[in-house]
């Protein structure tokens, strides 16, 4: 059974009842990213399980934990780990806490991931900024939009052309130059997992026009901007995608957790230049 608004506001008031000020910027952080919320400053963590109808993450990278605090002067609400559609969670359970930093009153969302780089010239530890993505969970009917539409929540149709906030990624790229990080800007590709792509599917989805590809994300994405919040993601190239038959290489989570130790400060420096400039 799908969430219902009413369930929205009950994490949210659990929540809310723990806090000494609202959050107004939400934070999702992927595999191996987790340690950025420990630059919070005076948090409150909220394990996931504490939190009703709040998805428990089962993969290895993932804390579980809802941490809210001040960074660089905002008031931040950080997902430490998310769950996943692979999981066996539907969509609209994988978008719940989402909808639920909404409705604590926040306005804007980043998000982060872990994400294989499609283009060839994209390397381990660079970092991507998304400026679109090709939702190929939705094209093939698994979108957290679909079914009756509440109209508190949002509208039945939403616009993607404008999804990937102008501003912040202006002031991404500007950071990024000013702090020397390796950083990209393109389309990421949803896919579901839990398996790693093959090399005719890297294949294909370069041809089509995805500079990475993960699986998470755009259905966040979608939720969010179902609810009028502004959007800002970035992946973390955790590995260079193999695109032959037979390659002596092949993918797997520890190298995406090992390479989170390359992107974590790189993400750390560029989300504080970020939140530092809006």
């Not at 969670?89 to 806490?97: D, G």
């Not at 090399?199 to 089509?208: F, K, Q, T, V």
């Not at 939720?223 to 995608?241: F, L």
Request: charged share 20%.
């Amino acid at each position: 059974m799908s969430p219902s608004y009413d369930d929205y506001l009950r994490a949210a008031q659990l929540i809310r009842e723990r806090l000494h000020h609202e959050p107004e910027i939400g934070l999702v952080l992927g595999s191996g990213l987790g340690s950025l919320a420990n630059e919070i400053q005076d948090p409150v963590a909220i394990p996931y399980e504490e939190i009703p109808g709040w998805p428990l993450s089962t993969v290895h990278g993932h804390s579980g934990r809802l941490v809210i605090g001040q960074l660089e002067g905002k008031w931040i609400a950080a997902q430490q780990g998310r769950a996943h559609f692979y999981e066996g969670y539907t969509m609209q359970q994988v978008v719940f806490p989402i909808r639920v930093m909404r409705f604590l009153g926040i306005h804007t969302v980043i998000l982060t991931n872990a994400a294989g780089g499609v283009d060839p010239s994209y390397r381990v530890g660079d970092l991507m900024l998304l400026n679109d993505h090709i939702n190929l969970l939705g094209m093939a009917g698994q979108n957290p939009l679909m079914g009756p539409n509440d109209e508190r929540l949002g509208p039945r149709f939403v616009g993607m052309s404008q999804t990937y906030d102008r501003e912040f990624r202006k002031a991404a790229l500007s950071v990024a130059a000013r702090e020397n990080i390796p950083q990209h800007e393109g389309a990421y590709a949803a896919v579901s997992g839990p398996q790693f792509e093959s090399p005719a599917e890297i294949r294909m989805l370069r041809i089509i026009g995805a500079n990475a590809v993960g699986m998470s994300t755009v259905h966040e994405v979608l939720a969010a901007r179902h609810m009028g919040m502004r959007v800002m993601a970035c992946s973390g190239i955790t590995n260079e995608c193999i695109d032959r038959v037979d390659s002596e290489q092949d993918a797997n989570h520890e190298e995406v957790l090992e390479a989170g130790k390359v992107i974590v400060p790189r993400l750390t420096r560029l989300l504080r230049g970020v939140l530092r400039e809006i």
